[in-house]
């Protein structure tokens, strides 16, 4: 079974650019999450989509986004980026079962100058 | 509220050596709990889980025991390599579908 897939792996943009990522998750998985990992903040919790809706979110601004498809796939927006929007955007996804682990994916390292 | 406080790093050890990271949590009812392993440049892998009480999850010579009456679940190993060096999280999933993690602890084995 294929595992978490993420593109693209690396993104450089300028500042006040926008940026799409995107995220296909397992077969059969139908929540994925969205995470941000700086070195100084950890793992930081964006949301969580599940059939479509988003689900959970965590404490960031407005200008981060995100989507699902029917298919699970799932897309993140950030809109008038910030230099301290450079991290790792990490994606996961799960089954509904309350003892099943996120798989993720290897991220995309986006970089702001 | 529901979190997870793991030891902080960088842990260095010498090959060979005997490797613990504490994580404890703290969470109402009773959650499933996880270690999950980063190598540079890469996501996080799930290296082990337990689901109840007293389960021990163990993988790659990594062990760790659910401990319900410290709330506690402890990363062993017995021999550790430098193919080990990484950066180790503690994770719960509680209330269905909700993952606390913690803040990562880097280990470096030295040959």
């Known amino acids: 079974k294929a595992g978490v897939t993420q593109t693209p792996r690396y993104l450089i943009k300028t500042r006040g650019q926008q940026v799409t990522l995107s995220c296909s998750p397992i077969s059969g998985h139908r929540s994925v999450s969205w995470y941000q990992q700086t070195p100084g903040q950890g793992l930081q919790f964006l949301f969580e989509y599940f059939s479509e809706t988003q689900r959970n979110k965590g404490n960031f601004p407005g200008r981060f986004s995100g989507r699902q498809f029917s298919n699970s796939r799932s897309e993140m927006n950030v809109s008038t980026l910030e230099l301290g929007d450079s991290a790792l955007y990490l994606c996961?996804?799960?089954?509904?079962?309350?003892?099943?682990?996120?798989?993720f994916g290897n991220g995309t390292r986006l970089t702001v100058t | 509220g529901d979190s997870v406080t793991q030891m902080e790093g960088p842990v260095t050890l010498s090959e060979e050596a005997f490797l613990t990271i504490n994580c404890t949590y703290t969470?109402?009812?009773?959650?499933?709990l996880f270690w999950y392993v980063q190598y540079p440049g890469e996501g996080l892998q799930l290296l082990l889980k337990?689901?109840?009480?007293?389960d021990k999850g163990s993988n790659k010579g990594f062990e760790a025991t659910y401990r319900k009456e410290t709330t506690s679940f402890h990363l062993e190993k017995g021999s550790v390599q430098v193919s080990d060096s990484a950066v180790y999280f503690c994770?719960?999933?509680?209330?269905?579908?909700?993952?606390?993690f913690g803040s990562g602890t880097k280990l470096n084995v030295k040959p």
């Open positions: 337990a689901t109840k009480a007293d």
């Open positions: 969470a109402t009812g009773y959650p499933s």
């Open positions: 996961a996804s799960s089954l509904e079962d309350y003892n099943s682990p996120l798989h």
């Open positions: 994770a719960l999933r509680y209330n269905f579908n909700k993952f606390y």
